[in-house]
């Protein structure tokens, strides 16, 4: 067989195998749920020898196989979430394909997500992000990703500005990276600078990225709205024997009707306290943590 026809016939039956695999996953996803949780080959060196010249498509391969993970583990009503297979699918995933940008991207944020929408490493995020650097130095937007992780996970000012004003210097690199780096160390301190950052953001190219910054703001949104509701309901609290709700602070015509987080999806209030919080029913939940404004 000549070698256009062997690589042709490889590539087939691999591309036929991913989807009868998937094909499989659907039909027995009940019996095959711990044997997905198991991955064989954790060495990215070792999958490269047996991918052959194979490595791109072994890349997809892999990072389909880790968003399947990350979404079924945070989607999942009836396990722990647990994403432990997340960071060496990432790994293998990039070493397989070190320019594979969306792996890296995407990948930090969903290792940096906290529980239960993630698994709460943001280091793991950061590490990732280093790993593309290796591979690209001249890639602005990975110093930018650590810059978010670290402010936006991490709290750290200072290291964040840090990033910024790493990612400012690179070639191509967009003119209002090095403002925010110093934005960082002076009013970086309040939801301000939050505000600013994901509006930025929200002008990128890539979809991901404006639907991560549409779904920030609003949780900035939110925490405005709690900051406001909040004195009026501990100033009106409800009579002796009745507990905190929404139901008696408009019937005392505090409120004219019920508040709404920006999904349509109503907030808590706590019966006991009177603290009001976003549901874990709704979108935004977990909500960041942020100084006041």
């Known amino acids: 067989m000549k070698l256009p026809a062997a690589i042709a016939t490889i590539a087939a039956c691999l591309a ?22 198991m991955l064989y080959v954790r060495s990215g060196s070792a999958v490269r020898r047996l991918t052959l010249d ?23 009503r009836t396990r722990q979430r647990r994403y432990e297979l997340l960071q060496p699918l990432l790994d ?14 995407f990948g930090a944020i969903f290792l940096s997500e906290p529980p239960p929408g993630g698994p709460g490493r943001p280091d793991q995020a950061i590490a990732l992000l280093n790993k593309g650097i290796a591979a690209q130095p001249d890639k602005w937007q990975y110093f930018h990703d650590i810059a978010f992780v670290y402010y936006w996970r991490l709290r750290d000012l200072t290291a964040a500005a840090d990033w910024f004003h790493r990612a400012a210097a ?11 780096a110093a934005g960082m160390l002076t009013a970086g301190n309040d939801r301000a600078s939050a505000r600013m950052l994901w509006t930025e953001i929200l002008k990128s190219d890539e979809k ?21 509701l909040q004195p009026y309901v501990h100033k009106f609290p409800p009579p002796k024997g009745e507990a905190y709700s929404w139901d008696w602070l408009v019937r005392k015509r505090v409120l004219k009707v019920v508040p709404y987080d920006g999904t349509g999806t109503p907030l808590d209030i706590d019966p006991g306290s009177g603290t009001v919080t976003v549901s874990k029913s709704s979108p935004l939940w977990p909500m960041p943590s942020l100084p006041s404004s």
């Open 16 to 37: 036929a195998a991913i989807g009868i695999q998937l094909v499989r996953d659907r039909a027995y996803a009940e019996r095959t749920r711990e044997t997905e949780r």
């Open 54 to 76: 194979f490595d791109a498509l072994a890349a997809d391969v892999y990072w389909i196989r880790a968003i399947q993970h990350y979404g079924g583990d945070r989607l999942s």
């Open 92 to 105: 293998l995933t990039t070493t397989l394909d070190p320019h594979f940008t969306i792996a890296y991207r």
């Open 170 to 180: 690179q070639p191509n690199a967009p003119n209002w990276l090095e403002p925010l």
């Open 208 to 228: 991901w990225l404006r639907d991560s910054a549409a779904r920030s703001l609003r949780q900035i949104d939110a925490l405005d709205l709690i900051d406001q």
